[in-house]
């Protein structure tokens, strides 16, 4: 997913599938000039929604900075309760057993989302 200006890409994400119950929310990136206006929260609650419309159980994230996964009600939570993600991306990663990032989770189940009208696989920014 992606949000432009003028055709110029200034935010994205993607949804990620680990395994037939586990998704991630990866490639959260938004352009500086572009910060604070909500960008981030809509293609989160995007990605939401494809992963409950796929079927997904649990959504993840991995962030360096965890204060905005946590604004949007995910939790802090230990590496090892998402083993779909230590075995798809972890096991190969040079700083496996030291890494810096938070893992954050949001039960898909338990998720409660305030609507901010449609979403859209792309997103005009005005």
Not at 5 to 32: H, T, Y
Not at 76 to 90: G, M, Q, R
Request: glycine share 4%.
């Amino acid at each position: 997913m992606v949000c432009d200006v003028a055709g110029q890409i200034k935010a994205c994400a993607e949804l990620a599938p680990l395994s037939q119950k586990v998704a991630e929310v990866r490639s959260l990136v938004v352009d500086s000039n572009f910060r604070r206006v909500g960008l981030a929260a809509r293609l989160v609650n995007d990605v939401l929604e494809r992963a409950r419309a796929a079927g997904f159980q649990t959504l993840c994230a991995f962030t360096h900075d965890p204060r905005f996964f946590v604004r949007q009600n995910f939790s802090i939570v230990p590496h090892t309760w998402l083993p779909e993600k230590i075995a798809t991306d972890c096991l190969g990663c040079a700083f496996f057993r030291r890494c810096q990032q938070y893992a954050m989770l949001l039960p898909l189940d338990a998720a409660v989302r305030a609507k901010s009208g449609t979403t859209h696989r792309h997103v005009a920014v005005a």
